[in-house]
């Protein structure tokens, strides 16, 4: 639990996602959810019964105006990101959003300026990032047990979800790199550190799904590092089982993070070297709580932030330049309505 002033927070829309990325986080940290929107009023009060939100409102243009909200969360579709993303800035709000931050790069590039005119803080939700598991393994590679770094295999893939799904909507700037494989790619950006710097696309492919022309069913990315380390970023949304290990080979051992999006599932790191092979496992508390509070001690202490809009900018720019090399075009922008 906190003991410094809760945080506001105020939620876009009546998600699935959102019992586990803020309803659990915030309840454990002890934060307010002080409001929900949706587009079905029913829905969000539906919501906030079930989930103790203090209040519902009207819409999500009164959510982002609401002088007690502080922060706003949006789990909303991939296409509204964008959109209610630069509404919560304009309104003066702190944003923690899901990722990807917008639909595409010009899109997430107007999301960085107004970042910039708000001077308020805003968080693209890679969760991962705050969990012992992945930080373990950023340990092993500060601690020289695996050597110099020499390869990364990320692979995010999961079963089909049904074709209604809105993650298979081009308009809805949907398909599989989008939802999955922007894990994939930001875990490599992510071990720059120890690889001389950020890696570069080399090469991309994918496979379009049956029925959707011009969503992205699967795709892999190749990535090359200036140290001379070499990546394979990969996302499948039709895939047999679920599989979200992050895999790094280093000049004198490798490590597995068996479960690096769903830790609180799979907390195993798996370490290789010449001494044998180990197996570390580092908790299941949510990497979402973990991330909640990350968030709350640098908008109440000004403690240090991985993640920021230059972060969420980067990532959007190697999106949209692995669907262009893989053959696809980049993800259509959705504007709201003036009135």
């Given at each position: 639990?906190?003991?410094?002033?809760?945080?506001?927070?105020?939620v876009?829309?009546?998600?699935?996602?959102?019992?586990?990325?803020?309803?659990?986080?915030?309840?454990?940290?002890?934060?307010r959810?002080?409001?929900?929107?949706?587009?079905?009023?029913?829905?969000?009060?539906?919501?906030?019964?079930?989930?103790?939100?203090?209040?519902?409102?009207?819409?999500?243009?009164?959510?982002?105006?609401?002088?007690?909200?502080e922060?706003?969360?949006?789990?909303?579709?991939?296409?509204?990101?964008?959109?209610?993303?630069?509404?919560?800035?304009?309104?003066?709000?702190?944003?923690?959003?899901?990722?990807?931050?917008?639909?595409?790069?010009?899109?997430?590039?107007?999301?960085?300026?107004?970042?910039?005119?708000?001077g308020?803080?805003?968080?693209?939700?890679?969760?991962?990032?705050?969990?012992?598991?992945?930080?373990?393994?950023?340990?092993?590679?500060?601690?020289?047990?695996?050597?110099?770094?020499?390869?990364?295999?990320?692979?995010?893939?999961?079963?089909?979800?049904?074709?209604?799904?809105?993650?298979?909507?081009?308009p809805?700037?949907?398909?599989?790199?989008?939802?999955?494989?922007c894990?994939?790619?930001?875990?490599?950006?992510?071990?720059?550190?120890?690889?001389?710097?950020?890696?570069?696309?080399?090469?991309?492919?994918?496979?379009?799904?049956?029925?959707?022309?011009?969503?992205?069913e699967?795709?892999?990315?190749?990535?090359?590092?200036?140290?001379?380390?070499?990546?394979?970023?990969?996302?499948?949304?039709?895939?047999?089982?679920?599989?979200?290990?992050?895999?790094?080979?280093?000049?004198?051992?490798?490590?597995?993070?068996?479960?690096?999006?769903?830790?609180?599932?799979?907390?195993r790191?798996?370490?290789?070297?010449?001494?044998?092979?180990?197996?570390?496992?580092?908790?299941?508390?949510?990497?979402?709580?973990?991330?909640l509070?990350?968030?709350?001690a640098?908008?109440?202490?000004?403690?240090?932030?991985?993640?920021?809009?230059?972060?969420?900018?980067?990532?959007?720019?190697?999106?949209?330049?692995?669907?262009?090399a893989?053959?696809?075009?980049?993800?259509?922008?959705?504007?709201?309505?003036?009135?």
């Amino acid at each position: 639990m906190t003991t410094e002033e809760p945080l506001r927070i105020g939620v876009l829309g009546a998600s699935r996602i959102a019992e586990l990325s803020i309803v659990g986080p915030a309840r454990a940290t002890g934060h307010r959810l002080v409001a929900v929107a949706a587009r079905d009023r029913g829905r969000a009060e539906t919501f906030a019964t079930t989930y103790g939100v203090e209040r519902v409102v009207g819409s999500y243009a009164d959510l982002v105006a609401d002088p007690e909200v502080e922060v706003v969360y949006n789990p909303l579709a991939n296409s509204l990101h964008g959109p209610w993303n630069l509404a919560a800035l304009r309104a003066g709000k702190h944003v923690l959003t899901e990722k990807p931050s917008a639909s595409n790069t010009a899109e997430a590039a107007e999301v960085h300026e107004a970042v910039a005119k708000a001077g308020t803080v805003f968080m693209e939700g890679f969760h991962y990032l705050f969990h012992p598991v992945v930080l373990r393994l950023h340990e092993l590679l500060d601690s020289g047990e695996l050597g110099e770094l020499r390869h990364v295999d990320t692979m995010v893939a999961m079963p089909a979800p049904p074709d209604s799904d809105v993650r298979w909507s081009l308009p809805l700037a949907g398909g599989a790199l989008m939802d999955l494989g922007c894990y994939s790619l930001h875990a490599q950006r992510m071990l720059a550190p120890w690889a001389g710097g950020a890696p570069r696309l080399v090469a991309a492919r994918g496979g379009e799904k049956a029925g959707a022309p011009g969503i992205d069913e699967w795709l892999d990315a190749d990535l090359e590092f200036p140290g001379g380390a070499t990546g394979s970023a990969r996302c499948h949304m039709a895939h047999e089982t679920w599989q979200m290990s992050c895999r790094v080979v280093g000049s004198r051992g490798e490590a597995t993070v068996t479960n690096f999006v769903q830790p609180h599932l799979d907390d195993r790191v798996v370490v290789r070297t010449a001494t044998g092979e180990r197996t570390e496992e580092l908790g299941r508390r949510s990497s979402y709580t973990y991330q909640l509070e990350a968030f709350a001690a640098h908008l109440r202490d000004g403690a240090p932030l991985a993640l920021d809009a230059d972060d969420a900018l980067t990532t959007m720019r190697l999106i949209d330049d692995c669907y262009l090399a893989a053959g696809f075009s980049v993800r259509p922008r959705t504007v709201l309505p003036t009135a």
